[in-house]
């Protein structure tokens, strides 16, 4: 699991990437079955942006991964912090209802 | 009334989680009939989170319950902060027009 | 179970009425947990309308009852036709997502 | 209550005019609690159209009626049909909820 | 006019209700013709608590009442601290457009 | 008043053009005071079309123009029919809420 | 793959059956990458319905199935047809944007 | 060019009063084009209050007046907050698009 | 310009294939600006169906064109007819304002 | 490159102007494909303002442009400041979505 990245542009400022995928599917550990979510990134680079592209191959290892909502929301932000090492990062994940109740998850990472 | 609850699988940050229920039901203890509304619990875990299948069966238990929107919503904030013992609990409910007039009612528990 | 009726102010004319209760709850027969939905009762009074408050009773005694969508919808139009002898009625019963899935049943009746 | 008119500006091709009141309020006659709603007028001119500000003041007047769903759409597609003469028209009344069920009553005239 | 009310469930903790009545109408003093509106209300309540029904009925006294939008807020806001005493409120007004422009009036009370 | 035209690009089929402007206003010949609306115009093309650039200078000259709902609908349609003599054409007016009321009036043309 | 069925509770009258699965995923056989969509399945049964439980594990076979929009909107709707024999049966796909732009694929049974 | 005012019906409390015009309309000098957009004030008053016909006269002045985006917005506010001294007062234009792009303007005032 | 095809995947029924593009961009001839608009194809195959990607190739061709909205619309019918020769084909282009106007222009092709 | 500018007509007071661009369209430097996006500057000017038309014809010089999402918005805000000298300045850009996912950038500058 490689994600790929590039140098960040403007590295005089602190700014603001927000990329939202609206298509993320996993694996309920539980029942088997698929939940379907909206996965929500938004950070402040430092020296090195994530690439768009690898980001989604990054979201497609998790198609058949068996992993609860708050595990998976943790685990993105563990992995992504690691991959570009950002000022700050936040990972919202939001899920379609399941027995009639949806579910948001919100993580954040601050480098201290 | 057993809510079950699951080791929280990342105790090293404060994170949100939201659930939403929107078809909650009790009875008005005045008038005998249903009232209907859609309850949201907002919390930051400690170290155990509340599983949401045995949530569902929570909120089940008031379908037949004679309870005011005021009582009903400061009830399942004591109940779910004891269920738990998060750091941090929100419960809104909002309740569909009766006599015209839709009602919401926001409590809030921090651990001191 | 008594439907109240009373009598059509304007039987010179064909006119439509369309009552909305979107606060129509049921239980599923398979496994005991509730449906959710919206029932909408469309049609053209003969002689006589239903009562509004009556009509509101009559659901709620589907509240406890196990009983599925396809034949909900059809016993309600089957009950509410004999109840006021329409010259047309529709029944539309929308369903929330069980399963991810959401349902819709339309049901007519035309007096021949 | 007497509904001004003024001539139809160009009576050599049939055309439709649409006026929509959201702010129609009349009474219950059974509670004697206040209904709101609704009303649209739908019709095709003859030789007189319907003066905008003087339909405003007619239905004002029910404001303090006590008058039936059913009842009022009826009453208010018989008078302006008298009023004006129209080729064809038709009134839509809906109505806010009540007992959580809303409720909208359609009748039509055409010129036989 | 009285404001029936009750006791507040949980005295322990600081909670907010909101009520939002979307069918008020008053009588503008100087046309003389009805005004709509939303009426929210919002407080945090200390010993008691405000009684649904009986608010609806004590909107409905304003019915025939000819007063101003920046009057009829603050009365309601006076008149609703006397009947609850509560810690904190506030009172939102907001009225359907006239002369195409439409109003809101917004007032808050906070014991000292 | 001049609207220009330019020749059909494609004279074999029958196709549909529609322009939309929400930026449309006239003034109330009785009150004095401007009116505000949407004017849309739906037209089968037959030699010509209508110049978009021209139309929007046409519709600028309704700005002072003290015309009813009614009458402006048809005096639009009979000169767009003039400018462009099409198969068919369509003209929808809407209009923002006066007196807490709101119209639309449509008129048609088929060549006969 | 079977898809469970029961019997038609009412099979006295033609009624309409709709079931919406926002919640469908598949693979684009050209570059292996997941599709997303919504199905929607309307009919009007003869003897049997279809079971809404199994539909869903239905759904879920083509989770990993490479397959193109075309030809699995005609899939769904041949086996369906083939597993409930309804009187007529519409299955409509909505996918989500794949280079920027969102397609649609609809398909009618109607039992001669 | 006089703006209508009346006393504060509650001169004890701070509170906030919004009006919000849609049909405002104004002209490009640079074009001669007219511009379209929403108005909107709110304010705190102080003694005295705006009157809402007389507003909608000051904004009719504009109709014909070349004046551009930035100016007009601080030359409202300069004209209300001498109409009725308020404590604070802010001016929100949003304008219609022009060569596809929206702008919005937006100035305070504060008593020192 | 070639437009790439595949074989239909069932050629025993009537069906209907959409492909919305919202991303469309051409010149205006007149002015040299760019023109933005949604273009949507809506087509009933007979032995070959469109290919998604070349399809979407085929879009960016009109990128730096200088065409009308009317003939742009018949272009893309007359060269997509051209290209699978289906059955039935409506091509529907919808414009973002110019002048505050927006325009649809819709064209349909028929087998004879 | 040069972006036009005004003398601003109020310097007296700082104050808010925000322009939003959604016909914004640049080139994918990686595969050479069209990005479409909202472009939305947000500023407090000092002694000059940004020219509407002349920052129309700015944005038109990224048409055929290779340049990444983060570059952009960083360029924008570069030359943007450049051109005005303004008290602070914000830049949003949100992407259509590539890939099924969109992004949005945010940057900031404030005068020192």
Same mark, same amino acid.
């Given at each position: ?28 550990? &539980?029942?088997?079955?698929? *939940? /379907? =979510? ?7 680079? *430092? ?8 980001? &989604?191959?990054? /979201? ?5 991964? =068996? ?10 932000? *563990? ?19 399941? =027995? =009639? ?12």
């Amino acid at each position: 699991m490689t994600i790929e990245t590039f140098e960040n542009p403007n590295q005089n400022r602190n700014y603001e990437i927000t990329h939202v995928n609206p298509e993320f599917t996993s694996v309920c550990p &539980k029942t088997g079955l698929p *939940d /379907f =979510g909206t996965v929500t990134i938004k950070y402040i680079p *430092d020296a090195i942006c994530l690439e768009l592209k690898s980001l &989604k191959y990054y /979201f497609l290892e998790f198609r058949s991964k =068996g992993i609860f909502y708050e595990a998976v929301t943790n685990v993105i932000l *563990d992995e992504l912090v690691e991959a570009c090492n950002p000022k700050e990062m936040e990972i919202v994940t939001e899920w379609k209802a399941r =027995g =009639g109740m949806t579910s948001t998850i919100k993580a954040n990472y601050k480098r201290s």
